[in-house]
Protein backbone atom coordinates (compact mmCIF):
# COMPACT_ATOMS: atom_id res chain seq x y z
CA UNK A 1 0.00 0.00 0.00
CA UNK A 2 0.98 3.39 -0.80
CA UNK A 3 0.51 6.35 1.41
CA UNK A 4 1.25 9.95 1.04
CA UNK A 5 2.03 10.69 4.89
CA UNK A 6 5.90 11.08 4.61
CA UNK A 7 6.68 10.68 8.43
CA UNK A 8 6.24 7.00 9.56
CA UNK A 9 8.11 6.96 13.17
CA UNK A 10 8.90 3.71 15.12
CA UNK A 11 6.94 3.69 18.58
CA UNK A 12 6.20 1.94 22.03
CA UNK A 13 2.94 2.27 23.56
CA UNK A 14 3.45 4.13 27.33
CA UNK A 15 0.01 4.64 28.39
CA UNK A 16 -3.48 3.93 27.05
CA UNK A 17 -6.88 6.11 28.38
CA UNK A 18 -9.81 5.27 27.41
CA UNK A 19 -13.40 6.36 27.66
CA UNK A 20 -16.85 5.18 26.16
CA UNK A 21 -16.20 6.98 22.90
CA UNK A 22 -12.46 7.89 22.49
CA UNK A 23 -9.04 6.88 23.37
CA UNK A 24 -5.64 9.27 23.94
CA UNK A 25 -2.35 6.44 23.60
CA UNK A 26 0.77 8.08 24.89
CA UNK A 27 3.87 7.06 22.88
CA UNK A 28 7.75 6.78 23.18
CA UNK A 29 9.13 7.77 19.79
CA UNK A 30 12.90 7.05 20.22
CA UNK A 31 13.12 9.00 23.93
CA UNK A 32 10.51 11.65 22.98
CA UNK A 33 6.99 11.91 23.89
CA UNK A 34 4.06 11.89 21.42
CA UNK A 35 0.18 12.01 22.33
CA UNK A 36 -2.52 10.22 19.47
CA UNK A 37 -6.33 10.78 20.44
CA UNK A 38 -8.28 7.77 18.41
CA UNK A 39 -12.02 6.21 19.14
CA UNK A 40 -11.90 3.73 21.67
CA UNK A 41 -13.26 1.35 19.05
CA UNK A 42 -9.66 1.69 17.19
CA UNK A 43 -7.94 0.79 19.83
CA UNK A 44 -9.88 -2.71 20.43
CA UNK A 45 -9.74 -2.94 16.77
CA UNK A 46 -6.07 -2.58 16.44
CA UNK A 47 -5.38 -4.99 19.82
CA UNK A 48 -3.26 -1.50 21.39
CA UNK A 49 -1.43 -2.87 24.76
CA UNK A 50 0.96 -0.72 26.56
CA UNK A 51 4.61 -2.04 25.57
CA UNK A 52 3.70 -3.07 22.12
CA UNK A 53 6.25 -1.47 19.00
CA UNK A 54 3.88 0.62 16.60
CA UNK A 55 4.24 2.79 13.33
CA UNK A 56 3.17 6.14 13.53
CA UNK A 57 2.06 7.96 10.76
CA UNK A 58 2.18 11.79 10.65
CA UNK A 59 0.67 14.07 7.77
CA UNK A 60 -0.38 17.54 8.93
CA UNK A 61 -0.54 20.86 7.00
CA UNK A 62 0.53 22.73 10.05
CA UNK A 63 3.50 21.41 12.42
CA UNK A 64 4.65 24.31 14.96
CA UNK A 65 8.43 24.85 15.35
CA UNK A 66 9.38 26.68 18.92
CA UNK A 67 12.55 27.50 19.63
Given at each position: ?16 K ?22 A ?27
Open positions: MELSARNNLKARVKNITNDVSAEVLLDVGGQEMCSTLTDSVKRLGLSVGDQVNVLVKASSVMIGK
